[in-house]
């Protein structure tokens, strides 16, 4: 214990004396911090060397301010050595080859991207169906006929508008031509067959008609179709192009409404966008179109024996400037669509109106005296006329209505009133009772 305690006293009286004689420390010379991660020496070294680098990383100095870094001397500029200017000191961009600056203007590129069917990609197989157009219904059995030609032929759909329209066509001719000479020589017979009709209309009409006289009404019809070469199903085939003219009208106005994003690039500069509402030339080609084909389909008309069939076409071009009012309000590939049918049905007719092409599919030719009817002005006369006669009759018959019930009136309540008695017959009626 009195070692220990001696020791001690020993080693604090040499640390007063070291701190006693300790200089100031006015400045610390830090190196980077990386220094500082030196390696740790290995098991080899001895202990105190791991301590080596620690001690040496700064440097004591007991002056209060460190010293200025010496300058090197600038050596004398030549007057002979010419000044070197500030862009020789960047090296030139090396020249743009001509065939690169070339290859695509900046204006069409921009031009390019602002264009936005250049952004539409091409239809493919397949891509109608995904969007619901294509069906088993006659609209989407159109849509996806379309559908292919524009995939097959790479057409703008202007033009894919027209081939699918004018194959669709091409399809019926044959049921267009077997209806025409059904209807061409049923005309022949039309006299003939009217008061056969008329009477089984009128015996139908009654509640107990005989069978055995609808029977002889059948067999007289049917002798005069035999006679003339008429199948009584032939007359239905009208109805089987029916489907197929409705089927484009809704197949296309369906694509238009959509809009399917191919139809904004038409492929032609004066109908650019086939999804905008129709343009006013076109409604008007539309118009004159309709009109074509009523003119041309005139001559297969018998209306000396049907009257009301004259009137009525005569009516039709009024109903043809309604429609072409109402199509501006159509989409552009609509109205497109349907013009093109109205042509190509205008020249069917002229075509098959000619001898040669007639005797070639044994289509007879209707007499000129059957297919004169009346002129506008009879027709505009005979509506006159239908109007002044629909009113007399409604107000005879008004009339009639209000006398009969007047006559009811008067019968009900005479029979129901009291009848009037003389004084003298009121006596004797009171003595008998």
Request: aromatic letters at 6%.
């Amino acid at each position: 214990m009195a070692f220990a305690s001696t020791l001690s006293m020993r080693l604090r009286t040499g640390s007063r004396r070291i701190i006693g004689r300790r200089a100031p420390i006015c400045c610390y010379n830090l190196r980077s911090f990386s220094s500082l991660l030196a390696p740790v020496a290995s098991a080899s070294q001895p202990r105190n060397s791991t301590l080596r680098p620690l001690l040496l990383t700064r440097t004591i100095s007991s002056k209060s301010t460190p010293e200025a870094p010496t300058i090197p001397p600038t050596p004398p500029v030549d007057a002979s050595t010419p000044p070197v200017k500030a862009s020789a000191s960047t090296p030139a961009a090396p020249p743009i080859p001509a065939e690169i600056a070339d290859a695509t203007p900046v204006s069409d590129i921009v031009t390019s991207l602002a264009t936005p069917a250049s952004s539409i990609p091409q239809l493919h197989y397949g891509d109608l169906g995904a969007l619901g157009l294509t069906s088993w219904t006659p609209a989407g059995i159109i849509r996806w006929s379309l559908e292919i030609i524009n995939v097959t032929t790479h057409l703008p759909w202007f033009h894919t508008i027209v081939l699918g329209t004018a194959f669709w066509k091409l399809i019926i001719l044959p049921i267009n031509i077997i209806a025409l000479k059904t209807t061409t020589r049923m005309n022949f017979i039309q006299k003939e067959l009217q008061p056969l009709q008329d009477e089984m209309k009128a015996l139908r009409s009654k509640k107990d008609f005989s069978k055995l006289e609808m029977q002889r009404i059948n067999i007289k019809i049917k002798a005069l179709n035999d006679k003339a070469g008429i199948n009584p199903l032939a007359g239905l085939l009208p109805l089987v192009q029916l489907p197929i003219t409705l089927g484009l009208f809704f197949g296309l106005k369906k694509m238009g409404d959509l809009p399917l994003a191919q139809w904004t690039n038409s492929g032609v500069s004066f109908l650019p966008d086939l999804t905008q509402t129709t343009p006013l030339a076109l409604s008007i080609l539309f118009t004159a179109a309709v009109n074509a084909q009523i003119w041309a389909s005139r001559g297969d008309q018998n209306v000396r024996d049907r009257p009301f069939a004259a009137h009525f076409m005569n009516a039709m071009p009024l109903l043809s400037l309604l429609g072409g009012w109402y199509s501006m309000y159509w989409p552009s590939g609509l109205t497109l669509g349907i013009t093109v049918t109205a042509l190509l049905t205008a020249i069917q007719t002229w075509v098959l109106r000619l001898p040669a092409i007639r005797a070639r599919l044994d289509i007879p030719t209707l007499p000129k005296s059957m297919t004169v009817g009346p002129s506008p002005l009879d027709t505009m006369k005979a509506v006159k006329n239908a109007i002044i006669g629909s009113k007399a009759k409604r107000h005879s018959s008004q009339k009639g209505f209000v006398a009969t019930l007047w006559r009811n009136f008067n019968k009900t309540f005479s029979s129901n009133s009291r009848k009037v008695t003389k004084p003298s017959e009121k006596k004797a009626h009171l003595q008998r009772r």
